[in-house]
């Protein structure tokens, strides 16, 4: 099945069936019997997503984040930190939600996947399985099964969010509270500024001890946006741009703590091509060597940052950035990601989606869900808002 399948002429037979039948079928699909989780909002009724609406409550404490927010510095430097601004009510929930959701995560990896229903996720069962190896090396972790090919199957539960780390927000009830809040909403639309955002991708980023760090790189946002040079801030602002939003719930400390590194200034470059390093000094001597900030004129530098329990950091998708080793033995970092976009300025176009599971697009597409959440959902099914694009990077 194409990673957008109702922008694109789909000639697959089996994925045909499956976009040509109820979104009920495909959304049970998705939800093995050995999960039972009978709160999965990809089954809500009408009464589930009333009663979301009636018992939210309040996720950030904004007047903070108004506070600790300049726009020009963003756009120059690429991301913003907003320390504790998570309401210890939510954190307490988002910390659970979290710890539910890899557990989830842990239950499928050690589960039986003949009892999942690939035909009705559009393909045939998979001959080989995951080695014990594999599996346990992503035990209470994210991002950590092996994932190249579909020869087990795991690109296809990646795709369809039968995996709770990718699109948990249609798992975990607060997830999908969190990605349709207000406050969310309202931080991104500051930090895009404009009033019309989109949701991208949503994330589990769960970091256990001993987990050795993520090689510096950055996210293409589109061929039009990539590898084009040197932007000025005001030329990066009009772009259709994307924001990772990392939610901190018990912060990281700078030193060997999975925490956020990341170089100021480096979006400007829009080079997620040839940004890639596996190691600070790496970086030091390869990408960043002799590069000076755009606007300043300053040397580029790599930050390691330290944040507080419940801080979020909104980074634009070209800003280089990597991820610290976490040592042996510590606790768990509990994080979790939230991408949202603009559309281009110039022209009113959106890129299509990184990763909205086909049954979500389905459902938003057939008036199924709430209008704000089918309204974040659209590049995944308008052809006429992507301009005919059926990939988030061409």
Avoid at 95 to 104: E, V, W
Avoid at 305 to 322: D, E, T, Y
């Amino acid at each position: 099945m194409p990673q957008n399948p109702l922008l694109s002429v789909v000639s697959d037979p089996d994925a045909h069936r499956i976009l040509q039948g109820p979104s009920t079928d495909l959304a049970q699909a998705t939800r093995p019997p050995f999960f039972r989780n009978d709160h999965s909002p990809v089954q809500w009724t009408n009464s589930d997503w009333k009663e979301m609406e009636a018992n939210r409550e309040d996720l950030f404490d904004m007047a903070a984040a108004r506070a600790q927010f300049d726009r020009d510095r963003f756009l120059m430097d690429g991301y913003a930190v907003f320390e504790g601004i998570i309401l210890p009510k939510a954190k307490e929930a988002w910390t659970a939600a979290l710890q539910y959701g890899q557990n989830l995560n842990d239950t499928l990896l050690q589960a039986d996947w003949s009892e999942i229903d690939w035909h009705g996720l559009g393909r045939t069962p998979p001959e080989e399985t995951l080695t014990p190896e594999a599996i346990e090396g992503a035990l209470g972790g994210s991002q950590s099964v092996p994932q190249e090919t579909d020869v087990a199957g795991v690109k296809t539960l990646r795709e369809h969010s039968v995996f709770a780390e990718y699109f948990p927000a249609g798992h975990i009830p607060f997830m999908m509270i969190v990605l349709t809040h207000p406050h969310m909403l309202e931080l991104h639309r500051m930090c895009l500024g404009c009033d019309t955002i989109y949701s991208d991708h949503n994330q589990l980023l769960s970091r256990r001890g001993g987990y050795a760090g993520c090689p510096w790189h950055s996210h293409p946002i589109g061929s039009r946006y990539d590898d084009r040079g040197v932007a000025t801030p005001a030329e990066y602002d009009a772009q259709a741009n994307a924001i990772l939003t990392l939610c901190y719930l018990n912060g990281f400390e700078a030193e060997r703590d999975g925490g956020l590194k990341i170089i100021r200034g480096s979006h400007l470059f829009r080079d997620p091509t040839g940004c890639h390093a596996e190691s600070d000094e790496e970086m030091r001597q390869g990408w960043l060597r002799g590069r000076t900030h755009p606007v300043t004129g300053e040397p580029l530098e790599i930050e390691h940052l330290s944040l507080p329990p419940g801080s979020v950091a909104c980074c634009l998708s070209h800003a280089v950035h990597g991820v610290a080793e976490k040592a042996p033995g510590k606790e768990t970092r509990w994080c979790s990601l939230y991408c949202y976009r603009k559309s281009d300025t110039n022209d009113g176009h959106a890129q299509p989606p990184t990763s909205v599971p086909p049954v979500w697009a389905l459902k938003a597409s057939r008036r199924e869900l709430p209008s704000t959440l089918a309204e974040l959902l659209r590049p995944s099914y308008d052809r006429e808002l992507t301009d005919g694009r059926t990939k988030h990077v061409d």
